[in-house]
C-alpha cells in the first residue's frame, strides 16, 4: 500500500527548518536546561534523599552534553544535505559549462569550428593561403556541411595554383555531401574551363587594387607577384602594367631591390619612362649605389628640367660622392 514507504528521515523535513530558529534553539537550550537544573534540582534531592548531589549535578551535565550532541548532528545531517544539493548543482553547471546539450552535441566543439573558420577567412583574405586551405580542411572534417568552409577551402586551393584539386574537393563536397552553395557551383564551372593565363592574371591584378584601395601594400605586392608568375614574360601590357604595380608597393614597402629590379624592365620597355626612372634612382640612392643614381637622376632632369625630387637626388648624390 502507499503507506508502506519507509519513515521520512531528518533531511526530508529539513527544508521546511528555519536556519535563524536552529541557531536559536541551540543557543536557548543549554540556558533553558540549566536554569531547569537548578529550579528542579533540590526537589529532586528532597525526593530522593539518599542521592549524592554531586552525582545529581553530574547526570544533569551529561544530559546537557547528550542533547547539544544531538544538536550537532542534526545541523551535520543539514549541512550534508545542503552540500550534496550545491555538489549536485555544481556538476550540473560544469556540465553545462562543457557546453553538452539535451540533444548530445558540442556547444563547444562548435565554437572551435566558428573560430577555426573566421581564422580562415581572415588568411585567406591575407593571401594566406596555405594557412586558410588548412584551417577550413579542420572546419569541413569536424562539420562536413558547413559550406562556408567548403568555400573557403576552394578559394584557397584556387589561389594556391591547385586548380585540379579544387574542382575536386567543390564535386566532393556537393555530390558526396550535398552541399548547396552557388559559390561553388560557379568554380566548378570556372576552374572546370580551360586554364588560361590572362584571365587569372587579370582577377590576380584586380585582388591587388582592392588591396591598394585599402593601403594594404604588402597583400597587393603578393597579388601583383602572383600575377606576374602567371603570366609568365609573354604578358604583354599586362606583364607591365603588374610590374609596375609592384615596384609601386615595393616603395612604399622599402623593398628596394625589388623596386630597382621592376623599374630596369620597365625602363627597358621604354627609356623614357619617367615613374620607373625616379623609382630606380630613389632605389639606388636607398641601396647607395649614388653614381648609378646620379645618372637616373640627370636623365630624369633631361626628361623634366622642373622635377624637383630629381634636382633633390643630384645634389645628395653628388655630396655623396665627395
Known sequence: SSHSASSPSIADFSVFRSQPFDAMIDRVAPIFILFAAVVAGPQILAVLPNVDPLVVIIG?????GFLQ????????????????ATQNQGKATASKAEGQS????????EHVCNTK???AERALAQNSYANAAALAAQVVDADPECARAWEVLVLAQKWEGNRSLAVTTARK?????????????SLVQELGATYDPMTAALECEARAGEFLAKQQFDLAFDCYAQGL??????????????????ANCAQQLQDWKTCRSDATELLDHDPNDVAALLQRAVANEAL???????EDARRLLILDSRCS???RLVHSCRKALQ
Open 229 to 246: 608568375d602567371t603570366v609568365g614574360l609573354d604578358g604583354g601590357d599586362l606583364r607591365l602594367r603588374l610590374l609596375r604595380g609592384r
Open 309 to 311: 625630387a630629381a634636382n
Open 117 to 119: 573558420l573566421r581564422d
Open 102 to 109: 539535451d540533444d548530445g552535441t558540442s556547444d563547444g566543439q
Open 69 to 84: 550532541h544531538l544538536g550537532f548532528a542534526s545541523s551535520d545531517c543539514d549541512s550534508g544535505v545542503a552540500g550534496g
Open 288 to 294: 647607395e649605389s649614388f653614381a648609378a643614381a646620379l
Open 60 to 64: 544533569i551535565f551529561v544530559a546537557l
Open 173 to 185: 563536397a556537393m555530390d558526396i555531401y550535398e552541399v548547396h552553395s552557388a559559390t561553388l557551383e
